[in-house]
């Protein structure tokens, strides 16, 4: 069965850091590119970084460019997203996605992320 199963979301402070993991089993998680999206409440869901297949390339959103870094450990067939300076507009459900070309992607459930003082 394919799984995907965020967890590290929580509440934090503005200027706050989270790491946010995914697991990954029962695919061949190294062949799939990984990304990050969120969705906060009545927003549409927006892709928040990618990485590729082996980690050489990634790409974020500008409005956490420079704040989040995505990595990846193909070994434990893990994806994270290290969150620093957090402001309150990054609140949101946070999920994990993989996709490679040709194939059906794969969802996370999502883990809540909320930035409040």
């Known amino acids: 069965q394919v799984q995907l199963v965020e967890s590290g979301g929580g509440l934090v402070q503005p200027g706050g850091s989270l790491r946010l993991s995914c697991g990954a089993s029962?695919?061949?998680?190294?062949?799939?590119?990984m990304r990050w999206h969120r969705q906060a409440p009545g927003k549409e869901r927006e892709l928040v970084a990618g990485?590729?297949?082996?980690?050489?390339?990634?790409n974020y959103a500008d409005s956490v460019n420079g704040r989040f870094t995505i990595s990846r450990d193909n070994v434990k067939n893990t994806v994270y997203l290290q969150m620093n300076s957090l402001k309150p507009e990054d609140t949101a459900v946070y999920y994990c996605?993989?996709?490679?070309?040709?194939?059906?992607?794969?969802w996370g459930q999502g883990t809540q992320v909320t930035v409040s003082s």
């Open positions: 990485i590729s297949s082996h980690g050489g390339v990634t």
């Open positions: 029962g695919f061949t998680f190294s062949t799939y590119a």
């Open positions: 996605n993989a996709v490679r070309s040709g194939d059906s992607s794969y």
